[in-house]
């Protein structure tokens, strides 16, 4: 192979990792208030099964829906449903919740019971306990994890990659994880191989975390730990998979085309803890950090918890707040207010201040395109993002679906490296929003 | 802690320091070794070209932004002083004054400006300013001065093409030689095309191929390469013409294509032409089908191997 344990394009962002990768996960204190959105993966909204006046147990679940492509949620404190009403989420739009008070008991209810170990249980029902537990991918991209385990028939899969490369900047809580909680990753892997019929299984590191890849090949032995070039977006499915198996995703197509199943490194312990306690997904790890945040931390949190707490957990900025990200730079979204709530997909929380914000945009307004071609060579999917934006902005769909637009994996690597700065993929995204909507 | 105006935006959140503003610096900067050995071998009057040609070449660029009434960048400013600089450099040191500023003009007001400006025209500035000098005054664009003298003589490849005096390499390679004002050292530009390959400036493909190009298309017709890539402007052009970004392909398979274009087209006119240098017209030929490149060698598609990759 002529490129070692990488991909073709790609791109060099700071790391900015320093702030949070030395700390363990703490749990985070246990919120006076939650406000759960019932709407967080992939997916159909689902129906509240509280009203206001119940009193909810840890680990009741609150909320479903009948739909197939869908998890349901569940509440991860215990005391009294004060209101299910829109609330604003990170993406902006007002969305069903249900708020809830804790009573600070923390009882839990008694639909939580311990499944049987991984000898004794039948794949049904560890798909089965996987969507009763609401698990959904956890590397940002929220597709819920029962159906990803549940392949069609006719797909062959042989190989498992989980998926802890972490390609994000700032976010360290996959990192965090495989050193922390090394057992329920273990177990996880276990119960995916079983599912999937699987004897192969890889993970895939990059090697800016020569910690994780020490201690994870002394720990796992079954498991084929891979250290990956460290470059962005090596944690993109499809370039962890042709980086680890040289298989290419068809174009339209899902990991499953190429006989691969990837679930991130959060995903996998997720899945064992909910199968070890029968607790169902009520928490995640998120990385709260930033350069002015006094006390960066990752923090295990209940679903729920509104980013203010966090932050003000995190002892508060030297400065103003001026940008929160939910997720890395590269991918995330700059979030419209602090009252909004973790939601499952929320790996980090990167706050900049007023100060960082004016050094970043200091001299930087759009310029025309002076077709350098930065942004073709850094294309992790050999688009011309260049060309593609252009005809977004005239509104070409059509020709923007020829130019492949739809392949695009939304890496925002040719917005980071254009001279011009343009906002490219932002175009891009536009256009496959249309694309799905008006090109048959 | 409380109603803090947070700001929303589209991802990435970060950017790459390099910017278009400073890649046309540091093409700016790679010439200035050229610059200081053309100087010393042409004198004084060589100073004096380069300087009226960027100067008139801003003043054009000015005015032009103006009367369109465009907010005017400082990557406007670069570009316009680079076509200034590669302007004079393609020209020879005889050039009179009034003749510099109406080559900036073809360059600046026709070339770049008459196409919808920076990024959108199709023909590098420079070099159809060049072009039209040669075209229209053919006798006072070919006095070439010898170095360190102030009399005339012809170019290397005049020699070549017309009387068949091969000259030295290595005078070629240090730029002791006749030419326009900043072609003629290949050292001063190799060092130059180094720095920008090393800032990520100029694709590598362009020149990689042109000079490949070259290699093969002498060894075939048995005339010296090494001749033919030291002498002309053939290192001026494939390092800092044709790799101009705004008329060179986007597309990196469209880059290979572009360079080995340009090379082939130089060779036919060098050999068998009616002119004894080819490179001008030939990247400017290819300048014209860099839109077809773009359209027709997009590059392999990600996924599109998918019968072979099933295999194990
Ligand atoms: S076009 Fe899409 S896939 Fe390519 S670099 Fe831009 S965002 Fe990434
Ligand atoms: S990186 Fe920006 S300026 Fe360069 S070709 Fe792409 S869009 Fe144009």
Known sequence: ?440 | MSNEKLLVGPAPHFRAKEDSEGMMRDVIIALLPALFLSIYFFGILAAIVVIVAVVSSLVFEYIMLRARKKTATKTDYYSAALTGLLLAFCITSATPFWAVIVGSAVAIVIAKHFFGGLGFNIFNPALVGRAFLLASYPVMMTTWFKPMDAITGPTPLNLIKEQGISTALSPLFFGNVGGSIGETSALALIIGGLYLLYRKAIDFRIPVSYFGTVIIFSHIFGVDPLFHLLAGGLMLGAIYMATDPVTSPVSRPGGWFFGAGCGLITMVIRLWGGYPEGVCYSILLMNAVVPLLDRYLPGTRFGAKRRLSLKK
């Open chain 1, 1 to 440: 192979m002529l490129f070692k344990n990488t991909f073709v394009g790609g791109i060099h962002p700071p790391e900015e990792k320093e702030f949070t990768e030395k700390l363990g996960i703490e749990e985070a204190t246990l919120p006076k208030q939650v406000v759960i959105p019932l709407h967080q993966c992939t997916g159909f909204p689902y129906r509240s099964l509280v009203a206001k006046g119940d009193l909810v147990k840890v680990g009741q679940k609150i909320g479903d829906s009948d739909s197939a492509i869908s998890a349901p949620v569940h509440t991860g404190i215990s005391g009294k449903v004060v209101a299910v009403e829109p609330r604003l989420t990170f993406m902006g739009r007002m969305v069903e919740s249900v708020v809830i008070d804790s009573d600070g008991k923390q009882d839990v209810s008694d639909s939580v019971k311990p499944h049987p170990v991984i000898e004794k249980i039948s794949i049904q029902e560890i798909v089965e306990a996987v969507k009763n537990a609401g698990i959904v991918g956890l590397g940002g991209a929220v597709f819920p994890t029962h159906i990803k385990l549940s392949p069609p028939k006719e797909k062959r899969i042989d190989n498992l990659i989980v998926n802890g490369a972490e390609c994000e900047p700032y976010l360290t809580c996959d990192y965090r994880l495989m050193l922390d909680d090394i057992f329920n990753l273990a177990y996880g892997i276990d119960i995916a191989r079983k599912v999937l019929g699987v004897s192969k299984a890889y993970i895939g590191i990059e090697d800016n975390k020569p910690v994780a890849i020490d201690y994870l090949r002394k720990k796992l032995n079954r498991v084929e730990v891979r250290a990956l070039k460290t470059k962005y977006p090596q944690g993109g499915e499809k370039q962890l998979i042709k980086t680890i198996l040289n298989r290419e995703v068809p174009s339209g197509g899902l990991p499953m085309d190429v006989g691969v199943m990837v679930l991130n490194v959060a995903t996998c312990a997720q899945i064992a803890k909910t199968l070890k306690t029968g607790m169902p997904m009520i928490d995640r790890v998120v990385t709260v950090t930033g350069k002015y945040l006094r006390n960066p931390a990752n923090l295990r949190v209940k679903i729920g918890t509104l980013y203010r707490d966090l932050i003000e957990e995190c002892g508060g900025v030297d400065g103003t707040i001026r940008k929160v990200l939910c997720g890395g730079p590269m991918m995330g979204v700059a979030v419209p207010s602090l009252d909004i709530p973790v939601h499952k997909g929320t790996s980090g929380i990167v706050v900049f201040t007023q100060k960082e914000i004016d050094e970043m945009e200091r001299d930087r307004y759009e310029e025309v395109c002076v077709r350098c071609g930065r942004c073709t060579e850094v294309c992790p999917v050999y688009l011309n993002p260049s060309l593609l934006a252009d005809y977004a902005e005239k509104g070409d769909w059509e020709m923007c679906k020829k130019l492949n637009a739809m392949d695009c994996i939304e890496c925002g690597a040719c917005s980071f490296v254009c001279g011009s700065r343009r906002d490219i993929v932002q175009l891009i995204k536009l256009a496959k929003d249309n694309i799905r909507k008006h090109v048959k």
